[in-house]
């Protein structure tokens, strides 16, 4: 690492700002890094993809990062990195590649993150901690943290995005071709004992986790590996998923925590259900028949290519 590399990122520091600053709230960073609009970021390239680190300014000089000189801005990077030296060596060994970390400026969008503080270092991480970002498809290669790291530090998940599909399924082609509005599709997951449904990250299209609809309880209980998931054969397929996404605790998704439920934000029934297949899309509302549900189709929206 540079002088000459750290100086040019610290030339583009107001473009880094107003980066952080429109993510910060998304981050559930502590009110007093936000105020101070700027973290020292850096990135490592693994062979999995990239990571991107961001290290809390020195407490020393948080409260008036906004104005520091570069000089000033490349002493408070130097003692964040001496601080944080430790902890960074135990995220290496959890994620089991060495961190050769360069100076960017913030990444324009977040995916999978999480804030590492160590016990020590006040309430909500306060001055201290390493915030890791990185993409789900990576985060989904790895084991989860380690035990020391878990031991040593405080873990702040950040939620992901991601569409919740309520079933999918093969119908005959002539089926697909009769959907219409007034329609009634029944979901057949929804009549088993557990209802099995699907979460799919917003900006990770390829990945998928299977976890059980709680309709009661209004809340997504997570899947055990135990379980095998069901394979569907994607010819004429049907599927069916709420509109608008839910946010899901990554440590929840990914099965690295303690707590089996997630409670959803508000009721499935108050979403606009979507269901997709043969090349048309429609939307409607949920309807309970019986002991499950089904979709009451209330338009179709005509010719549409399958996501």
């Given at each position: 690492m540079t002088t000459d590399a750290l100086r040019q990122v610290m030339d583009s520091s107001s473009e880094a700002r107003g980066k952080w600053q429109a993510n910060a709230a998304a981050l559930g960073i502590s009110a007093a890094v936000e105020d101070a609009g700027f973290l020292h970021w850096y990135r490592a390239k693994t062979p999995l993809g990239k990571v991107f680190v961001a290290l809390y300014p020195s407490k020393r000089l948080s409260s008036a990062v906004r104005t520091l000189a570069g000089n000033e801005h490349l002493l408070d990077a130097a003692i964040s990195l001496g601080r944080e030296e430790k902890l960074l060596e135990m995220i290496e060994e959890w994620i089991h590649f060495p961190l050769d970390l360069e100076p960017v400026t913030a990444p324009s969008n977040v995916p999978a993150h999480v804030v590492i503080a160590p016990q020590d270092s006040g309430v909500d991480g306060g001055e201290r901690g390493v915030l890791l970002v990185l993409s789900p498809a990576l985060l989904h290669c790895l084991p989860p943290p380690s035990a020391a790291l878990e031991a040593s530090c405080t873990l702040f998940w950040g939620t992901l995005e991601c569409v919740l599909i309520l079933d999918r399924f093969s119908v005959p082609e002539q089926q697909l071709l009769a959907l219409e509005a007034g329609s009634v599709v029944l979901m057949p997951a929804s009549f088993e004992a557990r209802w099995r449904c699907t979460a799919k990250p917003c900006m990770e299209s390829a990945l998928e986790w299977p976890l059980f609809l709680d309709?009661?309880?209004?809340?997504?209980?997570?899947?055990?590996?135990?379980?095998?998931?069901?394979?569907?054969?994607?010819?004429?397929?049907?599927?069916?998923r709420c509109l608008e996404p839910c946010a899901i605790p990554v440590?929840?998704?990914?099965?690295?925590?303690?707590?089996p439920r997630f409670m959803l934000s508000q009721s499935i029934s108050s979403n606009v259900i979507e269901v997709k297949g043969g090349g048309r899309t429609a939307q409607g509302s949920l309807l309970p028949v019986a002991r499950g549900y089904g979709v009451y189709i209330e338009k179709i929206e005509g010719a549409a290519q399958w996501t």
């Amino acid at each position: 690492m540079t002088t000459d590399a750290l100086r040019q990122v610290m030339d583009s520091s107001s473009e880094a700002r107003g980066k952080w600053q429109a993510n910060a709230a998304a981050l559930g960073i502590s009110a007093a890094v936000e105020d101070a609009g700027f973290l020292h970021w850096y990135r490592a390239k693994t062979p999995l993809g990239k990571v991107f680190v961001a290290l809390y300014p020195s407490k020393r000089l948080s409260s008036a990062v906004r104005t520091l000189a570069g000089n000033e801005h490349l002493l408070d990077a130097a003692i964040s990195l001496g601080r944080e030296e430790k902890l960074l060596e135990m995220i290496e060994e959890w994620i089991h590649f060495p961190l050769d970390l360069e100076p960017v400026t913030a990444p324009s969008n977040v995916p999978a993150h999480v804030v590492i503080a160590p016990q020590d270092s006040g309430v909500d991480g306060g001055e201290r901690g390493v915030l890791l970002v990185l993409s789900p498809a990576l985060l989904h290669c790895l084991p989860p943290p380690s035990a020391a790291l878990e031991a040593s530090c405080t873990l702040f998940w950040g939620t992901l995005e991601c569409v919740l599909i309520l079933d999918r399924f093969s119908v005959p082609e002539q089926q697909l071709l009769a959907l219409e509005a007034g329609s009634v599709v029944l979901m057949p997951a929804s009549f088993e004992a557990r209802w099995r449904c699907t979460a799919k990250p917003c900006m990770e299209s390829a990945l998928e986790w299977p976890l059980f609809l709680d309709m009661g309880e209004t809340c997504l209980k997570f899947f055990s590996a135990t379980e095998e998931a069901r394979v569907v054969d994607k010819t004429n397929t049907l599927e069916i998923r709420c509109l608008e996404p839910c946010a899901i605790p990554v440590n929840q998704l990914f099965g690295w925590s303690d707590i089996p439920r997630f409670m959803l934000s508000q009721s499935i029934s108050s979403n606009v259900i979507e269901v997709k297949g043969g090349g048309r899309t429609a939307q409607g509302s949920l309807l309970p028949v019986a002991r499950g549900y089904g979709v009451y189709i209330e338009k179709i929206e005509g010719a549409a290519q399958w996501t």
